[in-house]
């Protein structure tokens, strides 16, 4: 059970959460309740991540982050190491694959609250910061929930896009899932096998506990 | 109410630095190596970790992967390849001091799983038969395109006469290592691969094996180099120098590979 | 003093101008898609138009350079689904108005709110746990909890039944006399508006028809627009005629005396009667004086309707023309009217309105 690989997993998931999440609620705040024309095409910019295949997004990126690009040319002068093979490489693909995990839940929940709630809280003479803070994140806090259980388990799941720009770095790109590939081509079948299981049961029950707590955030807040 | 807040954002950017800054410290040096030679490297390190106490990354892929990741800025600082294209074009570009040494050379064989019922022998004669009676579904070498064992693998297989017949059944391991496991699995009806790897315990057990001659694929000769790179620190010079030295030697050896000349460009 | 509104929109199509006073409650009456919630919201801030001009006593709060936005508006509104924040309790909801106040005041002023609208006793449940009528009630104490200028009710009470709509209509009453701000309720329920409002708009596809004091505008409709929409069923086509130097109407063959103090010009015009206001005089009754324009005519039909019968009344020699007149069943009991005989009915001058074009 390769530990550090695990670690590093749970270290990048969590990350990815920070770096992503508040631009993403964000984002999906201002797509859900400004109209405008054009509109469908950042939609389906940021829905990108979930159709191209994870070669074309490694790709990508490692042009972008690479040592011969002008990003990765900066960092490397700056913090004296390469962005491509490293974690924070890493938490920059993590974070641009789950753009539409963490977006499209939020987006969702933000159009559900009812444009009469809106103007209420404008009536009651809120800012728009207040009404955010008090009104929306309560009344959107199941899809907000469901995009953070949606992107740490496709965090710990994701591999392509891992293996092309992280490398196979022990302890700093090694994640679990490309630890498990490690250990199968090494004929390890047996640890392979032990932290296949441990990752599907942390995946289950990240699902469940995800789909759990929506269902009952939603039913509170259901309106009779 | 907004101090809360206040509160929240200041534990956030916290964390936020604390996981993504990246790590300044002097780490343990990352040695990449071609998949081929993973058990034998593997040994030689913890061998060398337990003599100097000094720590190793180890990681492996394919020659031709490894090579485009340092293109790429991969932070490696020595590489063992199985081959010496790769070595010579890093070389080129000028990601290191020297032209690197060679090391070992690798022998390659056929491999022939338990449950399939033809012949392993080094003229592939048996192979040729199962082929002729349709016994071939899928056969495995590593990927010529990027790793000099699959190179080695279709010179063997140009040289018995059998490339083009057998291309419609090839399955390509993305590395030597996975062609291994394509081989071992009984997914396949047999491969071709590195013979440090059918040493293996694992591999022995699971069908048999025999050694191809090496003019066979002298088109490719796996002879394999080493090079350390730019940034190679002291440890990696001193894992370099150790795997000149006897007691490695002697580990490459064990795993079936051919030892250099003494005098060594 | 008053609140001024000009709005002019393009979807919906409104054209609306009015002066509304300060202090009374008022009614926008119309048919539904005639715009009058659109107005409400114009006058709240949240209809996305550049043609507004909106003041409420000296304070300009739509000019044309200037959009003041809503929560810097003395505005309380209740829309028509009440828009309850269902994660709050009615305390919560309430609370929410007063963001502005320290901890301790913002409870007291809260509960202030709630016992004026009568739903002190509820404040800790959740908008899903109450009924229709303790909604609106929790709605209104959330709108009225910033003591605002302008209280704003969209169809409040359309979704309540109506036992507990009598007992609303009271409270609200109550209310509006102990804060002395402006209503301005919108309905499409003119009994509703009668009830309640002592200045009536009458609106009818984005543009105002007629504006007055209640009375004034349920009893004088000033056009055939404004007397159909108050569902007034008597309007005829007649003529004003000069004779002997004094302006008649010419009804079929009937010659009615009209109003002294209206002076319209002779030619076709339209006439409204209100139902209620025609006199049944009975067959053996001499003539006096005092009954004005007299009219024969036939019983077309009677129907008894909850204390009420409704007559309709064919005048004779104008076969196609009905005359709606509402009795109360006393009247009719000592005198009984059947249907196919003659009666005479008056039509006083006064109860007869001139409709404009």
């Known amino acids: 059970m390769d530990w550090v690989a695990v670690v590093l997993s749970l270290k990048l998931a969590i990350a990815t959460q920070l770096l992503l999440l508040p631009p993403a609620i964000i984002g999906a705040r201002w797509l859900a309740l400004t109209p405008f024309r054009g509109k469908v095409w950042i939609e389906g910019l940021l829905a990108l991540p979930l159709v191209l295949p994870p070669t074309v997004i490694g790709y990508y990126l490692l042009v972008i982050m690479g040592s011969q690009s002008p990003l990765g040319r900066s960092f490397e002068n700056w913090w004296g190491q390469s962005l491509a093979f490293s974690f924070t490489g890493l938490v920059i693909a993590s974070a641009f694959i789950n753009i539409p995990f963490a977006v499209q839940p939020a987006q969702r929940a933000f159009e559900a609250i009812p444009t009469e709630l809106h103007e209420a809280a404008k009536c009651c003479g809120l800012t728009f910061w207040q009404s955010f803070h008090r009104i929306e994140l309560p009344l959107a806090w199941p899809g907000i929930l469901s995009a953070v259980m949606m992107t740490f388990a496709h965090t710990l799941g994701e591999f392509g896009v891992v293996l092309m720009v992280g490398g196979n770095i022990p302890g700093e790109t090694r994640t679990l899932a490309i630890s498990i590939y490690d250990r199968t081509q090494s004929f390890d079948f047996t640890a392979a096998g032990t932290m296949s299981l441990f990752l599907l049961l942390i995946s289950v029950a990240t699902i469940a506990v995800s789909y759990g707590l929506a269902e009952r955030l939603l039913r509170r807040r259901r309106l009779t | 109410m907004k101090n809360q807040s206040r509160g929240w954002l200041k534990i956030f950017g916290f964390l936020l630095l604390v996981i993504c800054v990246p790590q300044a410290h002097a780490a343990a040096p990352i040695v990449a190596a071609a998949s081929s030679i993973k058990f034998a490297l593997t040994e030689i390190a913890a061998g060398f970790e337990a003599e100097t106490g000094q720590a190793l990354k180890l990681t492996f892929g394919s020659s031709g992967s490894i090579t485009h990741q340092i293109e790429q800025g991969a932070p490696f600082e020595l590489f063992l390849a199985a081959d010496e294209n790769s070595i010579t074009r890093l070389a080129t570009q000028g990601f290191s001091q020297d032209g690197g040494r060679v090391y070992a050379s690798g022998r390659v064989g056929l491999f022939v799983p338990h449950a399939v019922q033809y012949q392993a022998d080094p003229q592939m004669a048996g192979l040729r038969s199962a082929l002729q009676q349709g016994q071939i579904k899928r056969f495995t070498i590593a990927n010529p395109a990027h790793a000099p064992y699959g190179r080695a693998a279709r010179a063997a297989l140009k040289s018995a006469g059998l490339w083009q017949e057998i291309q419609p059944f090839l399955a390509l391991g993305e590395n030597a290592s996975q062609a291994t496991q394509f081989a071992a699995s009984g997914a396949t009806q047999g491969g071709i691969i590195p013979l440090a790897l059918a040493r293996t315990p694992e591999i022995e057990t699971r069908g048999q094996f025999v050694l191809f001659p090496t003019d066979v694929h002298a088109d490719e000769p796996l002879h394999q180099r080493m090079l350390l790179l730019k940034n190679a620190g002291k440890v990696a010079r001193d894992f370099y120098a150790y795997l000149q030295q006897p007691v490695a030697q002697q580990i490459l050896a064990r795993y079936g590979f051919d030892l250099p000349a003494k005098e060594n460009p | 003093m008053s609140l001024r509104v000009a709005i002019y929109h393009h979807a919906p199509e409104l054209d609306f101008e009015a002066v509304i006073p300060v202090g009374q409650i ?300 509402r009795l109360p069943e006393r009247a009719i009991r000592r005198y009984p009217v059947i249907s196919g005989s003659q009666v005479t009915v008056c039509l006083r001058a006064a109860d007869i309105v001139l409709l404009e074009d």
């Open chain 3, 26 to 325: 008022s009614a926008l009456v119309g048919p539904s898609g005639s715009g009058k919630t659109s107005i409400l919201r114009g006058i709240a801030g949240l209809l996305k138009t550049r043609h507004a001009r909106i003041s409420l006593a000296n304070e300009d709060w739509d000019t044309q350079d200037l959009h003041r936005p809503t929560r810097e508006r003395s505005i309380g509104m209740v829309p028509q689904q009440h828009a309850l924040f269902p994660h709050l309790s009615v305390l919560g909801n309430v609370e929410m108005a007063l963001g502005h106040l320290g901890r301790a005041e913002k409870r007291q002023r809260a509960q202030e709110s709630l016992q004026l609208a009568q739903i002190a006793e509820l404040a800790n449940r959740r908008p899903q746990e109450l009924s229709g009528g303790q909604r609106q009630r929790a709605a209104l104490a959330r709108a009225i909890a910033r003591k605002p200028q302008l209280v704003l009710l969209d169809e409040p009470f359309s979704a309540i039944d109506r036992g507990m709509r009598k007992r609303l209509y009271l409270e609200l009453r109550h209310l509006h006399q102990q804060l002395h701000n402006t209503v301005l309720l919108v309905t499409h329920d003119l009994d509703e508006a009668a009830q309640l409002a002592s200045y009536l708009l009458l609106i009818d596809q984005g543009r105002l028809l007629q504006a007055g004091e209640t009375t004034q505008v349920l009893t004088q409709p000033r056009c055939e627009q404004a007397a159909r929409l108050l569902d007034i069923p008597n309007i005829f086509n007649a003529r004003i005629i000069e004779t002997a130097g004094q302006r008649q109407l010419q009804w079929g063959e009937h010659r009615l005396k009209i109003s002294a103090d209206i002076s319209p010009a002779c030619g076709k015009v339209k006439f409204a009667v209100l139902p209620q206001n025609p006199l049944l005089v009975k067959s053996d009754r001499p003539w006096g004086s005092h009954l004005e324009n007299p009219v024969s005519a036939l019983v077309r039909d009677i129907v008894t309707l909850g204390g009420e019968v409704v007559l309709w009344l064919q005048p004779l020699n104008m076969p196609e023309t009905r005359l709606q007149v």
